[in-house]
């Protein structure tokens, strides 16, 4: 988001900094879902399950990304420091 629009909608950092970190969430959404795509257009019989499996790497990856966000988030308002 560019600081533009920001100040035409009167966002917050806050509110700025979570538009961006969805903005940036999506695209490993869909990146997980391209790659089980591959993978159940690649493999033919019961290994085709492994197309499913991939989402279960958004169970790592996700909150990991959360953590990221979070702690940057911290780090720019200074809610980090004791």
Same mark, same amino acid.
């Given at each position: $988001?560019d600081?533009r629009?920001? @100040? +035409?909608? /009167? +966002?917050?950092f806050? *509110?700025?900094?979570?538009t @961006? /970190? *969805?903005t940036q =969430?999506w695209p490993?959404l869909?990146?997980?879902g +391209?790659? /089980?795509?591959?993978i159940a257009?690649l493999? &033919?019989g019961?290994? @085709?399950?492994?197309?499913g $499996?991939a989402? !279960?790497?958004l169970s790592?990856?996700m909150p =990991?990304f959360a @953590? +990221?966000?979070r702690? #940057?988030? *911290?780090r720019?308002? &200074?809610? !980090? #420091?004791?």
């Amino acid at each position: $988001m560019d600081d533009r629009s920001a @100040v +035409l909608l /009167s +966002l917050s950092f806050e *509110e700025r900094f979570t538009t @961006v /970190s *969805e903005t940036q =969430a999506w695209p490993i959404l869909a990146t997980v879902g +391209l790659i /089980s795509a591959g993978i159940a257009g690649l493999i &033919n019989g019961p290994l @085709v399950a492994f197309a499913g $499996m991939a989402y !279960g790497a958004l169970s790592i990856i996700m909150p =990991a990304f959360a @953590v +990221l966000k979070r702690r #940057q988030f *911290e780090r720019a308002t &200074n809610h !980090g #420091q004791s």
